[in-house]
């Protein structure tokens, strides 16, 4: 595994220094934070150029791995700028220093974001550092593929603090770790990451992310799970974490113009809510949160929490740094204190040496008043000036004394201040405890909802079979019902057949009918003018014979003609009653004008005959 570089190597200006201000130049914190983000990724690519690993890059590999970044970007480059820039010279690589003036001028101004894709710019850069510092386990059986082992990389970035080289504070580990378990349905105990961290050595700051690979693809956080399971379970931080997915799954939908009812894969995003064919987002909560999101402004939640976590680890680091400087403070104090009791001992003990040494004055004296008693009275001055000037040394040493014992008072009431502010930060601490009891609970059962919903989802399922199965016998029923139907209209158009044959005859026999009413007719005739009497003296009309001595057999005729009239009458029997009164009415027409006009009913008789 290659090291990590010095701070020295990639000179990012830091959050909230004035070269951070004066070279990023982006309006708005969404820039500000894309632009860190960038930064993260092109580090990596920049160490990994440096082959020499000396803080140098050539001008080809930083020439081509520009032109890269402005085609992922998606940015209209300047080629006589970048030749102009990357020009051969005798000046050598390129250091950080050098490269980032080009980098912040002409790709990182012109980022805008939305313009581009996120993943491809990643993968970028990962393909650049994996070849040189990302290496799996050479047997083959690595636990983490290389696309997971991506997606690590760009959470690893995404939680990483924002100063060179990049580690992950051992929080933050804490946190993805947790996250992964999650998914996966386990939990990760603190005492087992601990043990983890200490196993794996890593630095005071944090850990590096190939130290983090590491870690993961040694299995020793993982118990055994399945690869495909850890990798459903990378995907799914991923999704949450990177691709700022709240919410996930499938809905029903129903059409604007086709007012059925489908079911899609629906996405949450924090301003959006979209939804594919296919599974390419589940609660009424995620969706609060994106409407609380979208009131505040935010475009991102778990850039949020990640603020968030920071500023707690700040603040943490702050009462940390206090509360030593007032263990530092009452440790002087302390001292201060000893020290003056030192000084006070010693007084006493100067005190205590001056009585003595007065005692044995005054028995020197006394000897001296026996032996010397002429001396006497200088002896005696001397004694009560000496007596003065004790007296008043032992009153400035007893006001010094006063003095020493109020600070000793005013110590102690210091300490015993200082007690009740341990007392308060104990209490604090247990409130604190107190909080995240109630957060796990309420943790708790947001994950009963989750189960409840799956349960609901299940029973929808199962009311979903149980409707296709209704839907394919209704279905069976219809295709029954469609047979019948056309062996009913197959039926039909028979007897439709039928009905047109009927008409035909019916047709047929009223022609036949018209006929036999003309025979009838002509017959009348016939019979009509054989009941006609022959007087004496009548006379024969002529006939039209072609002929002129020819007369026909006129009975013959008549027995043939009468023949007929009973064919044509048993014919019309046969007929219904409807046709057959049809023609009667030219019938008793015809006698009516063969009663009336037996000449012309002749004629037309003879007629016929000669047309038979």
Known sequence: MAPLRSPKLFAFPETGSPGCQSSLRVPGFSAMALRKELLKSIWYAFTALDVEKSGKVSKSQLKVLSHNLYTVLHI????????????????????????????????????????????????????LTAKKNYQPNRNGDSTLSNQDAFRLWCLFNFLSEDKYPLVMVPDEVEYLLKKVHSSMSLELGFGELEELLAQDGQSPGGLSVWQFLELINSGRCLRGVAQDTL???IHEVYQELIQDVLKQGYLWKRGHLRRNWAERWFRLLPGSLCYYESEECKGKRAIQTAIR???????????????KRREQREQRERRRLAKEEEMLRLQQLQEEKERKLQELELLQEAQR?????????????????????????????????ARASMQAEMEMKEEEAVRQRQRISELEEMQQRLQEALQLE?????????????QTRLLEEEEEKLRQLMQLKEEQERYIEQAQQEKQELQQEMEIQSRSLQQAQQQLEQVRQNRQRADEDVEVAQRKLRQASTNVKH????????????????????????????????????????????????RDSEIPTANSCEPQEPLNKGDKSSTLNPTSQEEEQLKLELTD
């Open 76 to 127: 209209p480059h300047d080629p006589v700028a970048l030749e102009e820039h990357f020009r051969d010279d005798d000046d050598g690589p390129v250091s950080s220093q050098g490269y980032m003036p080009y980098l912040n001028k002409y790709i990182l101004d012109k980022v805008e974001e939305g313009a581009f894709v996120k993943e491809h710019f990643d993968e970028l850069c990962w393909t």
């Open 353 to 385: 040496q001056a009585e003595r040494l007065l005692q044995e004055e005054e028995e020197r004296r006394r000897s001296q008043h026996r032996e010397l008693q002429e001396a006497l009275e200088e002896q005696l001055r001397e004694a009560e000036q």
């Open 293 to 307: 999101l979208q009131a505040e402004g935010k475009t991102s939640l778990h850039k949020d929490l990640k603020q």
């Open 231 to 233: 990798s459903m379970a």
């Open 426 to 438: 104990v209490k604090a601490r247990r409130d604190e405890e107190s909080m995240r009891y109630a």
């Open 523 to 570: 017959w009348n005739v016939q019979m009509s003018r054989l009941m006609h009497p022959i007087r004496p003296g009548d006379k024969r009309p002529p006939t039209s014979s072609s002929f002129p001595g020819f007369q026909p057999p006129l009975l013959a005729r008549r027995d043939s003609s009468l023949k007929r009239l009973t064919r044509c009458g048993s």
